[in-house]
């Protein structure tokens, strides 16, 4: 049975486990053998067709449609939003001509969403769910659905539906990008990146010891943590802070690591634990100043870092992928992290105090 423990402890750790094979699976159902996408044409015109996209979502799947943003727009070059699905119910942003509306959603059923849902469908706007459920409510009731075949995910921190929404939007992209000639989305071999993000995965959960060591190191006596990067991987620091504030209890921060200097840095103190997440060539040498200047005022530094950037005294490092796609290696060591944290604390890792799974009021 999918939905059984089997020898895990917890649902969350067999989760995390599972991604490769979501990694894996994603490529096999939308990827033929020859690496091109097979999505429904219809979906693809009604994307092309619009001036904008709207990604709209909460929580984890709201911090998957960051990475969505920059994946649709270097590879398709539509301008696109991305919005937290309770913000934008109330305070709807001024619309393009022609939108096109995402749904991120796990489960399906997150009211906050529905209710944008349901604006989108009272204005006549063409919408596509990317849901882990079928026949879910936010699948039913938008244009078009893309399932993520995650398995179900029973834990109430999300991570496999984090990955495998990040892998499918990369395929969607894919698939607009070369409906639309344009050469970077043709050069962008999304199929064997899968692959070598599946094997990334799989070399980081076979780390679990390290990941245990580091928490204990870094992570079980504070409360409170950093996550900094810029770009990209400043969009996974807000993930892998949530994950540490979901589920250990740690008051934890994502943040732009440029930005620190301009307030938040006052927070750094003998001890405060900072951690780097640096996966884009561009600007891993800022970022690092950036660790330096927190390391100056006291603070306990780890770096998360791609192989091809990364020194001999990196703490973890990551196998090399696409840069657009590090995020699905980077989230990885963060959500081990956060386990081993909440598991050592003697915390209930799959339910945590206050959280749902799917929250089904506004
Ligand atoms: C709840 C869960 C989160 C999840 C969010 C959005 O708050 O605890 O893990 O990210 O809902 O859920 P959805 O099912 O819409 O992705």
């Known amino acids: 049975n999918e939905a059984d423990k089997g020898t895990y402890p917890f649902y969350m750790l067999k989760e995390v486990d599972e991604q490769p094979n979501v990694m894996r699976k994603l490529a096999q159902t939308y990827l033929d053998a020859a690496g091109k996408p097979e999505i429904d044409d219809k979906l693809i ?30 590879l398709t070059n539509m301008p696109t939003e991305v919005h937290v699905s309770s913000e934008f119910a109330y305070e709807q942003p001024l619309l393009s001509a022609k939108p096109f509306f995402i749904f991120l ?20 706007y063409p919408s596509l769910t990317i849901t882990n459920v079928e026949n879910s409510t936010l699948s039913r009731e938008a244009n078009y659905t893309l399932l993520l075949h995650a398995g179900p995910e029973i834990a109430v921190a999300s991570t496999k539906a984090y990955t495998a929404q990040i892998a499918l939007e990369a395929i969607l992209a894919k698939a607009l990008g070369e409906d639309m000639g344009l050469a970077i989305a043709k050069d962008f071999d999304v199929r064997t990146q899968l692959g ?12 679990k010891d390290k990941l245990e060591e580091l928490s204990n190191d870094f992570l079980m006596d504070t409360n409170r943590a950093f996550y900094i990067g810029r770009g990209i991987d400043q969009a996974v620091s807000l993930e892998a802070a949530l994950k540490l504030k979901e589920i250990s209890y740690v008051q934890a921060e994502g943040f ?3 930005e620190l200097k301009h307030g938040t840095i006052a927070l750094i103190e003998k001890g405060t634990p900072v951690i780097g997440i640096i996966t884009q060539a561009k600007t891993a040498s800022l970022t690092r100043s950036n660790l330096q200047e927190t390391i100056a005022r006291g603070a306990k530094t780890m770096t998360i870092v791609r192989e091809s ?23 990885v060591p963060a959500q081990l992290l ?7 604390k003697g915390l209930d890792v799959d339910k945590p ?10």
């Open 309 to 331: 950037l990364a020194n001999d005294d990196d703490d973890l490092v990551l196998p090399d992928v696409d840069e657009l796609l590090m995020p699905l290696l980077s989230v």
């Open 45 to 74: 015109k009604a994307m092309q067709a619009a001036d904008r996209l709207y990604i709209v979502g909460a929580g984890t799947s709201y911090h998957a449609g960051l990475i969505g943003k920059r994946l649709f727009e270097k």
């Open 353 to 362: 105090r206050n959280l749902a799974k799917s929250v089904t009021v506004e």
């Open 256 to 258: 732009a690591s440029g």
């Open 338 to 344: 956060a386990y081993y944290t909440s598991l050592n």
């Open 105 to 124: 959603t796990q489960s399906g059923e997150t009211a906050d969403s529905r209710e944008v849902l349901s604006n989108v469908n009272e204005a006549g």
């Open 196 to 207: 070598l993000v599946a094997n990334g995965m799989q070399a980081i959960v076979d780390e």
